[in-house]
Each structure stands twice: as structure tokens, then as C-alpha cells.
């Protein structure tokens, strides 16, 4: 008999069958599921890696994964990386400001002076004219 590296509880089970059953889903939340059914039903860690394209470490890792979290493990863990520098307010406000009348002297607002500007009035601590470039290039 084969060990069974998974056990599923019937919601879980039928859960992750609806899941599956949708099409609706990404490819590494698809494999996860597969995976845990697969997994319970007695295949193993290797058999299972074959299947789906993945290694055998992925597969053991989701295992542990799901007998320490439960169905929290299909989805990804936060990743770290760069905060946010500019929040919707100050976009909002450095959008209006481009939108606003230009200084004298100039028929329309460059990205440095919008950047000097927007540290004057104090909408952020420090921003590049570059970043500027990038908030108006997503408001249109």
C-alpha cells in the first residue's frame, strides 16, 4: 500500500474539485490543487512532480504547507519588496497641480518643475521628475 502524504477533509476535497472544475484559475493555484488531490490519493511525491512539471521539493513543500495552513497554502504568501512611496491622495493631488495653470513664464508644466513644486507644497518628502512622469502616465 501506498503512503498517503495527504489526508483531505470532505470539504476540502470537494472544494478543491469544484475548484478545479471552474477552469478558472491560475496555472500555479491549478497545479496546487491537482497536487493535494493527487497527493491524497496515494501517488507519490515523485509521481505527482512528473505530472504536473514541477520538482518533487515543490510538491513535499506543499504538502507540509497544507497540514500546517490548511487551504491558505493555494494561495501565494506576501511578498516583500518596495513600499508604496506615493499614496492615491498625493497622486491625486500631483495630477491636479499638472492640471492647474503653469507658471509665469512658462506656457506649460515640465516634470522638474511639477517635482520641485510637489516637495515645496510638501505633498511628499522628496520625488524624482521621472516619478512624476509615471503618476501622470497612469491618470491619462
Given at each position: 500500500?501506498?503512503?498517503?502524504?495527504?489526508?483531505?477533509?470532505?470539504?476540502?476535497?470537494?472544494?478543491?474539485?469544484?475548484?478545479?472544475?471552474?477552469?478558472k484559475l491560475t496555472?500555479?493555484?491549478?497545479?496546487?490543487?491537482?497536487?493535494?488531490?493527487?497527493?491524497?490519493?496515494?501517488?507519490?511525491?515523485?509521481?505527482?512532480?512528473?505530472?504536473?512539471?514541477?520538482s518533487h521539493v515543490?510538491?513535499?513543500?506543499?504538502?507540509?504547507?497544507y497540514q500546517k495552513?490548511?487551504?491558505?497554502?493555494?494561495?501565494?504568501?506576501?511578498?516583500?519588496?518596495?513600499?508604496?512611496?506615493?499614496?492615491?491622495?498625493?497622486?491625486?493631488?500631483?495630477?491636479?497641480?499638472?492640471?492647474?495653470?503653469?507658471?509665469?513664464?512658462?506656457?506649460?508644466?515640465?516634470?522638474?518643475?511639477?517635482?520641485?513644486?510637489?516637495?515645496?507644497?510638501?505633498?511628499?518628502?522628496?520625488?524624482?521628475?521621472?516619478?512624476?512622469?509615471?503618476?501622470?502616465?497612469?491618470?491619462?
Amino acid at each position: 500500500m501506498k503512503k498517503q502524504h495527504v489526508k483531505l477533509s470532505d470539504a476540502d476535497r470537494k472544494y478543491l474539485a469544484s475548484l478545479i472544475a471552474k477552469g478558472k484559475l491560475t496555472a500555479k493555484k491549478f497545479k496546487r490543487a491537482t497536487a493535494l488531490l493527487e497527493l491524497e490519493r496515494g501517488k507519490t511525491y515523485q509521481a505527482v512532480a512528473e505530472t504536473l512539471g514541477v520538482s518533487h521539493v515543490t510538491v513535499s513543500s506543499l504538502s507540509k504547507s497544507y497540514q500546517k495552513q490548511g487551504l491558505k497554502c493555494l494561495a501565494d504568501a506576501p511578498r516583500s519588496g518596495r513600499p508604496i512611496v506615493i499614496n492615491g491622495k498625493q497622486r491625486a493631488k500631483i495630477t491636479a497641480l499638472a492640471c492647474s495653470e503653469a507658471p509665469n513664464g512658462h506656457a506649460r508644466w515640465s516634470w522638474r518643475m511639477l517635482a520641485d513644486k510637489v516637495v515645496e507644497l510638501g505633498y511628499c518628502d522628496e520625488i524624482s521628475h521621472t516619478h512624476i512622469g509615471r503618476v501622470l502616465k497612469k491618470m491619462n
